[in-house]
């Protein structure tokens, strides 16, 4: 059996972060919830995929940046057609790529900036391990 992955992250601002990866980056909501033990939260991902990202905000708790420019979700798009539609779903949500931290990144990817300064790359190549 392969598990499952789910990649969890506080916010400030749920809303902004639906925006970015949804709308934006073209994942699928999942799952979203209201008041859950104190916290609400969205998950998001595609459903055949074996992972998924969850946001939660905790009423009452401000989340202190965390982010460095090595903070990445990497996602890979091995054809050029695929990879070019993402960036220009992205581009047309008003994101705009940013300069990679690790240069490696800028040779076959583009780098976006979720709303609290976490980087996503869509990289323009198979993911050969």
Known sequence: MIPKLRVAR???DLLALRRFYVEGV???ELYAFTNHDGFDGLLVGHPQAPYHLEFT???GQVVAPAPTAEH???FYFPEFPAWEAAV???????????????????????TFEDP??????LQQAAWNL
């Open 10 to 12: 506080p916010t400030n």
């Open 26 to 28: 073209g994942l699928r």
């Open 57 to 59: 905000r905790q009423a």
């Open 72 to 74: 990445l979700l990497v």
């Open 88 to 110: 220009a779903q992205l581009r047309a949500h008003g994101y705009s790529p940013v300069p990679a931290h690790n240069p490696y990144w800028d040779r076959q990817g583009l």
């Open 116 to 121: 609290d300064g976490y980087r996503v790359v």
